[in-house]
């Protein structure tokens, strides 16, 4: 399928006017971005798949605010852009950077999920002071089914069970036809088709902890590049089931409802369950930024930073089909960059 058939058939939630992105405001107590001045400068912000749409439309609406920055957007995928980040600084390899090498960008790593411990550590030995992490806004992870499939919820536990070989969940058998869940008739004996992303993915990452319980995947599930490539091998597929961020949506597919374990209760993705946390995949999308504590950020990304904390930037992640961050949250971003920076981000 080319690239006008495939806008046509999975298209940004929050273009749709409905769905979980219907309602959908940024707080009205977070301040409005009013720049002081015209700043210049060049960003680099590469990463996440997923937070390609949500980042290009915070560079536009930015760029709209401040003309003279550059900001060059890039995926890729999260775990490819955190192995770079963590890779150890030139005055530690004793490499010489070629001129040509040089960039007048200053670069930041998007990640569909939080550093790990282990990687969190890797970064402080290399540099011996932790990461700057910034959240830019709030994103869940759905499973999805084709739209005819009869399927009405699944526990973690069953997804579990349908995605690992591990099952740390302590469910006893693998799940691997729809009868196992409750479909009948024609559905009973069909065989499950899983659908991912692949292994550069923080989608990916984020699943296999939140999920699998940090357990392994079966070898048959269908790995994809993107959000928008699950959604589009669902849509072909009436036997298949995927996660893929919340970000897309499309008609012939649909989320299904999702409990943390049996008895509790099945809980769909929405604006309301995303905002008071009770859906049980809900996530924090961020940025990475790796600055010295005795370094002060470059104008163009202290700006840049102020406007994705601000109402106008969190109207933009809506925009792009996310969820905004809660002002509370906001204020603490923009409390402890105030604090690293000599100055708050966030204008009143």
């Excluded at 923080?202 to 699943?207: I, M, P, S, V």
């Excluded at 299904?256 to 993705?269: D, F, N, R, S, W």
Aim: one cysteine or more.
């Amino acid at each position: 399928m080319g690239v006008c058939a495939l806008a046509a058939t999975v298209v940004p939630a929050a273009a749709e006017q409905g769905g979980p992105f219907a309602s959908v405001t940024p707080d009205s107590e977070l301040a409005r971005y009013s720049p002081q001045t015209q700043v210049k400068g060049s960003l680099k912000i590469q990463g996440s798949e997923t937070m390609y749409p949500l980042l290009s439309r915070l560079s536009l609406e930015f760029q709209r605010r401040q003309p003279n920055v550059r900001i060059e957007v890039r995926g890729g995928g999260s775990s490819k852009a955190i192995e770079e980040f963590l890779q150890p600084p030139l005055s530690k390899t004793g490499k010489v950077m070629l001129k040509e090498e040089r960039s007048q960008y200053f670069s930041l790593v998007a990640t569909s999920r939080e550093l790990f411990d282990s990687e969190l550590k890797e970064f402080v030995a290399q540099h011996d002071y932790e990461p700057t992490a910034v959240p830019v806004a709030v994103d869940a992870v759905a499973i999805y089914v084709h739209k005819d499939n009869p399927l009405n919820a699944l526990t973690l536990d069953q997804v579990d069970s349908m995605f690992s070989t591990t099952r740390l969940r302590g469910q006893k058998d693998p799940i691997t036809q729809w009868g196992q869940v409750g479909l009948s008739d024609g559905w009973k004996d069909a065989q499950i088709q899983l659908y991912g992303r692949d292994r550069k993915s923080g989608t990916r990452a984020f699943f296999q902890e939140h999920c699998l319980g940090g357990g392994e995947f079966v070898p048959s599930v269908h790995e994809n590049p993107g959000a928008a490539s699950v959604i589009l091998s669902l849509s072909r597929d009436q036997l298949g089931i995927g996660y893929s961020g919340l970000g897309l949506e499309s008609s012939l597919v649909r989320a299904v409802p999702l409990a943390e374990a049996e008895g509790m209760p099945y809980i769909t993705p929405s604006s309301a369950t995303v905002a008071d946390q009770s859906y049980p995949l809900r996530r924090i999308l961020y940025l990475y930024l790796n600055k010295s504590p005795k370094a002060s950020l470059p104008p163009a990304a202290q700006e840049f930073l102020a406007f994705l904390m601000s109402q106008d930037g969190q109207q933009a992640a809506v925009k792009a089909g996310f969820f905004p961050l809660p002002s509370q949250q906001v204020s603490k971003s923009a409390v402890a960059l105030g604090a690293a920076t000599g100055s708050a981000p966030v204008r009143r």
